[in-house]
């Protein structure tokens, strides 16, 4: 079972931060989020129970703060279930190979993700040259090889239903990359967007560093299909969240959300699409 893991081979730490770095927020009673210098990770479990799992793995190097943060939260030895991805760039998969070493649980993520956490398909460059402020011409640092996680990763079930989650749903949600999904739960609104959309204006350093708050489309310089990701925030507001935690950002909740959402909906093409750069 044991088999060689592997990041890619660009990969390194990157020396960005915000002001929300080190933060954690308790959003819904068992959901708990936690920034990692630009980019959440959630935990998903009540924090009595033993079933809790992982969702996305932080920036490289952040191994060691993910796994003091769970065990916070939910005692000294615990591991989550299993790490659930939303997509497979390098903020987000970041220190998962350090992580499946540490516990020993199974990664899933969607299909089409799958060749850039195998080892077989890199990311298409970051662009930098798309409008946007300095973290796209920061972006050529960002790595884009993939990792190779082996047998540890899996194809999310095709019926939607989330291993180890129960109560929850994925949505198919491309357009930032082709396998990016969305965690849904019924029951209460929640949402758990990934990078579908954020709640910060990831191109812009200023409003990284601050965290300044408004609804925006997928970090732009790696999103490669716009009209997918379009589609996607369409299919998100017609769930009508009550609660949206995205993969940059702070957590938003109610009406603000839901304005929000249905602006970037409405105006996608101004607000998130840029006016130039080379997926356009
Ligand atoms: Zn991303
Ligand atoms: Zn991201």
Redesign the pocket.
Known sequence: MEQEMSYGSDYKFIPATSVGSGVSVIVVPDVYCHTIQIVNICLVGTPDSNEFVLIDAGMPGSADDIISVTEERFGTGSRPKAILLT?G?F??VGAIIDLVKHWEIPVYAHELELPFLTGKTSYPEPDSTVEGGMVAKMSPLFPNEPINLGTWVKALPSDGIIPHLPGFRWIHTPG??PGHVSFFREEDGTLIAG?AFVTVRQDSLYKVLTQEEEING??RY?TTDWQAAWESVKKLYQLNPVAAIT?HGVPMTGERLTTGLKKLVDEFDKIAIPDYGKYI
């Open positions: 997509h760039h903020d987000h930032h990359s990078d997928p970090p790696l993969g």
